[in-house]
C-alpha cells in the first residue's frame, strides 16, 4: 500500500487529501451546527443518510481486513524469526517496551490532572445537564462494564477455545495468541513442508494490503464524512464546560509524543524524531480520522516497513501486537478521566490510591478494544472499584470523540517507536536503513502496491532468518 508520502507530477498526496477531507467535514459541521443547529431537520438527514453511511462504510472496509491482517502478520513474523529464543525474547522485549512507556504516559497524566484539578471546576448544574444528555448512553456502557471484567479470567481467555469465533467476535487478543502458535509451529515442523504455508501466508498478506489500497482511496470522503457528523452534532459546546479536562489530556499526549517518544528515538534508537515523524505521518492522520489501532494497523506496517525500512519479521509482529496492547494514549486518558470523575464526584483519593489508578489504567489499556471508544467499557468498570459513580462517564462522552482521536494517534506512534526500538535492539536495523526522501518503496500511485511484494523479494523460509522486504 502507497503511503503517498512523495507527489507524483500533479497528484496530490494521500495524507494531504485526507487532511483537506477532515478539514472540509469539520468547517461545513460546524458552520451548520451554528447556524441551523444539530436539531435541524437538514442536519439530521445528512448525517443520517450521507455522512453516517460514508463514515461507516469506510470503517467497515478497514475492519473488514484487520483478522486476516493480524493473522498472517503475526504467523508469518513469528515463523521469519526463525529461532523460538528469539521468539521469547523478541516478545519479552516488545512487551516491556510497552510497559514502561504506558506506565510513563501515565505517570504524565497523574501530575497534569491533580496540578490543575478540573473535576473541582465543573459546576453542579453542567453535570446534571450532561448526565440528563448522555444517561441512555452511559447506561449501556456500564451495562457493557458489567461483562467486561477483568481479572485472572483474562489471562485465561487469551487462549482462544475456537480461533474463527475469535476472529468473528473481534478477539484480537485470541487470534493474535492463535498466529503466534501457528507460526511457531511452522518454525517446528520440516521446512519443505512449511514453505507451502508460508507462501499461502505471504499471498494472503498481500491480498489484504491490496484490498486496504482500495478502501483508502475512499479516506478522504470517509474521513470527511465522520468529523461532520461529529461537528454537527456537538459543535465546541460541550468543550467549554469540560475545557480544562480537554486541556489536561491533550497536554499529557503532547508532552508525551514531544518528549518520551524523541528521547527514545534519539538515545536508544539513534534516529532524528523529525525523520521519524515525518516518515510516519500518513499512518498518523488515519489514526487521528479514524480512532481506531486496528484500522490505521494495514497503513502503520506500510508506512513503517516503506518509509522507515523496519524489517518485515519486526514490523508484522511488533505492530499487530501494539495495536492491541500498547496503549500510550489510552493508558494517560484512563487514569486522568477517573482521577477527574472521582474530583467532580467529590470522592477523596489517597496517594495510595492514586497509585492503584495509575496502575489499572496500564492494565486495562492492554485489554482495551483498538475501536473508536474501546476503552470505555473497561474506564467503567474501575471508576466502580473506587466508588465514583459508572454513570458518571456520561460527563465526559461528549468530548470523547475529539479526545479518542488525539489518543490514537498516541497509540500508534508508540507502536511505530516500539518497532523501530526492537529493530533497533535486535541488530536487524538502524536508523542508516531509512531509505533516502525521494526514493521510499510505496511512492509510487496507489493502486501500484509498490513494495507488496517487491520484484526483488527473498521468499522466505524457515530455516533462513532472511524475511525481509527491500525497502529502497
Known amino acids: 500500500m502507497s503511503t503517498q508520502s512523495e507527489p507524483t507530477g500533479k497528484s496530490m498526496p494521500l495524507h494531504t487529501k485526507i487532511l483537506l477531507g477532515l478539514v472540509v467535514g469539520a468547517v461545513l459541521g460546524l458552520v451548520l ?19 453516517g453511511p460514508l463514515g461507516q462504510i469506510f470503517l467497515r472496509l478497514l475492519f473488514m ?8 502478520s503475526i504467523s508469518l513474523g513469528v515463523a521469519s524469526l526463525g529461532d523460538l529464543k528469539r521468539v521469547g525474547r523478541i516478545g519479552l522485549k516488545t512487551l516491556t517496551f510497552f510497559f514502561i512507556t504506558m506506565f510513563i504516559s501515565a505517570s504524565i497524566g497523574l501530575g497534569l490532572v491533580q496540578l490543575l484539578r478540573p473535576g473541582t471546576r465543573i459546576s453542579p448544574e453542567t453535570r446534571t445537564e450532561l448526565m440528563a444528555t448522555y444517561a441512555s448512553d452511559a447506561a449501556s456502557k456500564v451495562q457493557a462494564s458489567q461483562q467486561s471484567t477483568f481479572g485472572i479470567e483474562t489471562f485465561v481467555n487469551i487462549i482462544p477455545r475456537n480461533p474463527v469465533a475469535s476472529a468473528a467476535n473481534l478477539d484480537l487478543l485470541g487470534i493474535i495468541f492463535f498466529g503466534i502458535i501457528f507460526g511457531v509451529a511452522l518454525t517446528m515442523i520440516h521446512p519443505a513442508r512449511a514453505r507451502p504455508m508460508i507462501g499461502v501466508l505471504e499471498a494472503l498478506n498481500d491480498i ?10 475512499l479516506a478522504p470522503i470517509g474521513v470527511g464524512a465522520l468529523v461532520f457528523g461529529v461537528t454537527s452534532r456537538f459543535g465546541w459546546v460541550l468543550l467549554k464546560p469540560l475545557a480544562v479536562y480537554v486541556v489536561v489530556v491533550l497536554s499529557g499526549l503532547l508532552l508525551h509524543t514531544i518528549i518520551t517518544f524523541p528521547l527514545i528515538l534519539r538515545f536508544l534508537v539513534g534516529l532524528s524524531p523529525f525523520t521519524f515523524f515525518s516518515r510516519v505521518k500518513a499512518a498518523l492522520v488515519t489514526a487521528f480520522s479514524t480512532s481506531s489501532s486496528n484500522a490505521t494497523l494495514p497503513r502503520s506496517i506500510a508506512v513503517v516497513e516503506q518509509n522507515l525500512g523496519v524489517p518485515s519479521k519486526v514490523a508484522g509482529f511488533v505492530l499487530p501486537l501494539g495495536a492491541t496492547m500498547n496503549m500510550n494514549g489510552t493508558a494517560l486518558f484512563e487514569g486522568v478521566t477517573i482521577i477527574f470523575l472521582a474530583q467532580a464526584f467529590g470522592v477523596t483519593l489517597d496517594v495510595g490510591q492514586q ?30 472499584m473506587f466508588g465514583v459513580p459508572g454513570e458518571g462517564i456520561a460527563l465526559i462522552l461528549g468530548v470523547d470523540r475529539i479526545l479518542d482521536m488525539a489518543r490514537t494517534v498516541v497509540n500508534v506512534a508508540g507502536d511505530q517507536v516500539a518497532a523501530a526500538y526492537i529493530a533497533k535492539s535486535e541488530g536487524l536495523w538502524t536508523a542508516a536503513s531509512v531509505p533516502a526522501a525521494g526514493v521510499q518503496a510505496g511512492a509510487g500511485k496507489l493502486d501500484e ?5 517487491g520484484p526483488t523479494d527473498v521468499q522466505p523460509t524457515v530455516e533462513k532468518d532472511e524475511r525481509s522486504r527491500p525497502v529502497g
Open 33 to 51: 451546527k451554528l447556524t441551523l443547529g444539530a436539531e435541524h431537520e437538514a442536519v439530521k438527514v445528512l448525517n443520517r443518510y450521507v455522512a
Open 65 to 72: 481486513v484487520v483478522i486476516p491482517l493480524v493473522f498472517a
Open 208 to 217: 489484504v494490503i491490496k484490498i486496504v489500497e482500495m478502501a483508502m482511496k
Open 355 to 384: 497509585a492503584l489508578i495509575m496502575l489499572m489504567a496500564v492494565i486495562t489499556a492492554l485489554g482495551a478494544a483498538g475501536v473508536p471508544g474501546g476503552s470505555i467499557p473497561l474506564l467503567v468498570g474501575v471508576l466502580a
Open 449 to 453: 502496491s509498490p513494495g507488496w511484494p
